[in-house]
């Protein structure tokens, strides 16, 4: 978990990843402040990581193909 928070930092630092909006009205406007924007894109890169694995834990099998 520590290692996917730190990648999460340098993606947010170095690659620009970050969440700028979320579609609910009020929610959009906290994410003008660079901290809520940086928490929660902390949140949602540890989240899809998690789930991914959960994913691919369950049945073994996780298939992207680009």
Do not use: E, W
């Amino acid at each position: 978990m520590l290692f996917i928070v730190i990648s999460g930092i340098l993606a947010f630092f170095l690659a620009g990843a970050v969440v700028v909006r979320v579609d609910i009205p009020y929610v959009d406007a906290l994410f003008q402040f660079q901290l809520v924007s940086f928490i929660c894109s902390l949140i949602a890169i540890a989240g899809l990581t998690n789930a991914v694995n959960i994913i691919h834990g369950f049945n073994g099998k996780f298939n992207v193909s680009f």
